[in-house]
């Protein structure tokens, strides 16, 4: 039975932007957005990765120095892993498998129109042509993704583009990166995977989730297996023990695991 997926709370969201905005002040290029676009690729990949390998992966040292007080330092990673777990919610593989045509991931992405670009423009951030080339719903959330992947990239191989399994997996990471690329390059890509189509940008952030949700599932798998273990044959009671005493088992090693 499928779980219904978690948002997050406005309290959530809000302490999750004061972290964001902290960690901002001390250094790192980082946004609500992005960080959570990051977090999607974590709990998208292979493997589990815990917060002290992702944190400073993410942060540089900037966490450490803008969380030095132990309160801090705990209300801040209780902000991160609360959106995790949302995430996590979300990204729920039984649920995935039961509706593999529903949207269940809900990324935090700012919405850009003329009118946003314009206040970025009037603000000095930008020029217009700047705010035009790069300012569009879903690239700080699919930089963030791309850039957990950088971060992680034994966990990410290339596709074997050979096989069919590998060219979907390409497609599917595409269809992420897609949300990044400035008009020119757009351009190309809507030829390749929307030909005769009017591509909207909703359309992109919505294949965008979906190509998360997908590789979610391709990494159960296709992810790295735990090693086997091999246990040798157990000598019997009246046999030498193996460690070369010259006792019988009984009387040597064995004694001791009975």
């Not at 815990?50 to 801040?76: I, K, T, Y």
């Amino acid at each position: 039975m499928s779980r219904t997926a978690r948002n997050s709370t406005e309290a959530e969201l809000e302490a999750l932007e004061k972290v964001c905005d902290r960690l901002a002040g001390f250094g790192a290029d980082v946004s609500l957005e992005w960080v959570d676009g990051y977090i999607t690729a974590l709990l998208s990949g292979p493997r589990v990765i815990l917060p002290s390998e992702w944190l400073p992966a993410m942060f540089g040292d900037a966490f450490e120095r803008a969380f030095a007080d132990p309160v801090e330092v705990e209300q801040a990673m209780a902000a991160l892993i609360g959106r995790w777990n949302v995430v996590a919610s979300q990204l729920d593989p039984a649920s995935l498998v039961d509706d593999p045509e529903g949207l269940r991931l809900a990324p935090l992405m700012l919405s850009y129109d003329a009118a946003a670009r314009a206040e970025v423009v009037e603000g000095g951030h930008m020029t217009a042509e700047e705010a035009e080339e790069l300012l569009h719903t879903g690239a700080l959330w699919a930089e963030g993704f791309s850039e957990a992947i950088d971060a992680f990239a034994e966990d990410w191989p290339d596709p074997d583009l050979e096989t069919e399994e590998g060219r979907w997996y390409d497609d599917c990471l595409s269809r992420v990166l897609a949300l990044v690329l400035r008009p020119a390059d757009l351009a190309e890509h809507a030829k390749i995977y929307y030909p005769g189509e009017t591509l909207e940008r909703d359309q992109l952030v919505d294949d965008a989730c979906y190509a998360a949700q997908d590789l979610r599932l391709y990494w159960l798998d296709h992810g790295p297996k735990p090693a086997t273990r091999r246990v040798g044959a157990k000598p019997g009671r009246n046999d030498p023990c193996p460690c070369g005493s010259g006792k019988k088992f009984k009387k040597c090693h064995g004694a001791a695991a009975a």
